[in-house]
């Protein structure tokens, strides 16, 4: 099994639990993996559409959805991050 | 206004105008209004949040949410789009 295959379960699990009892535990592991994804070049834009995947496929409520957002925001955080520092690198070099 | 209070405005206005009549055009129009976000360094959680919070306050149904993805995903494109250009930029710079 590859990482992104991987991904697609431990994402999904990260969701489940988090629905099942919202705690910054796994928000935390939320930000954890957001390293993970960059380092293995997973795009932004990857993490957003397994999101809908996961969602389209659940049968998870309105509220549940919008609460699922909460990991969605973790992991985008990580992303929003890792930008910002290659941007002060790249001033920092010009 | 400034760009913020304007984002949220124009955010809300294409989400709604895209659930009513989902079409090419409004993608492409989410496209380019990341090009201006990531001018504006608005962080892409910043985004994140801002979908969740319009989808709260909303009366749409769970398809729309989920529909409401295709905007978000179109925008994180963008940002993968920089994030990428970024590197490639800092590996030449290397």
Same mark, same amino acid.
């Given at each position: ?22 705690? !910054?535990?796994? &928000? ?10 960059? !380092?293995?070049?997973?795009?932004? !834009? ?26 969605? &925001?973790?992991?985008?955080?990580? @992303?929003?991050?890792? @930008?910002? !520092? ?9």
């Amino acid at each position: 099994m590859d990482f992104r295959d991987s991904l697609e379960l431990k994402y999904k699990d990260m969701l489940t639990h988090y629905l099942m009892d919202p705690n !910054e535990r796994i &928000l935390y592991q939320g930000q954890k993996l957001s390293r993970k994804l960059i !380092e293995f070049n997973i795009a932004p !834009e990857e993490v957003v559409s397994l999101h809908k995947s996961i969602i389209s496929d659940s049968d998870w409520s309105k509220k549940e959805l919008i609460d699922s957002f909460d990991i969605l &925001l973790e992991v985008m955080i990580g @992303y929003g991050f890792a @930008y910002r !520092e290659h941007q002060s690198l790249r001033v920092q070099q010009l």
